[in-house]
């Protein structure tokens, strides 16, 4: 599991991951973000492989093999933008 504690002015963001065991693939799970602090918990399951915006067959992700972590906005939002992140754990 992945436990990720931020803020943010509403709005729906991806987080994206990449992995040692598929570095050209990225995993990636939607969530819906508040203007107060959130905690949202991820499990495996919730991530889609993807390799440039389409679906892929990848190795399932696991949270040790992660090597890098992005956060985008998605549904094309349009405005000023603010994150602001406290925690981000792996269980």
Do not use: C
Request: proline fraction near 2%; hydrophobic fraction near 40%.
């Amino acid at each position: 599991m992945l436990d990720f504690t931020h803020t943010q002015s509403k709005g729906v963001e991806r987080l994206i991951l990449r992995t040692q065991a598929a570095v050209r693939v990225t995993y990636e799970s939607d969530f819906v973000s508040e203007a107060t602090w959130n905690t949202h918990r991820f499990t495996n399951s919730q991530f889609i492989a993807s390799f440039r915006g389409r679906s892929v067959q990848a190795p399932p992700l696991s949270f040790s093999d992660v090597i890098e972590l992005g956060i985008l906005i998605a549904d094309k939002q349009e405005g000023s933008f603010r994150l602001q992140l406290k925690t981000i754990k792996s269980l």
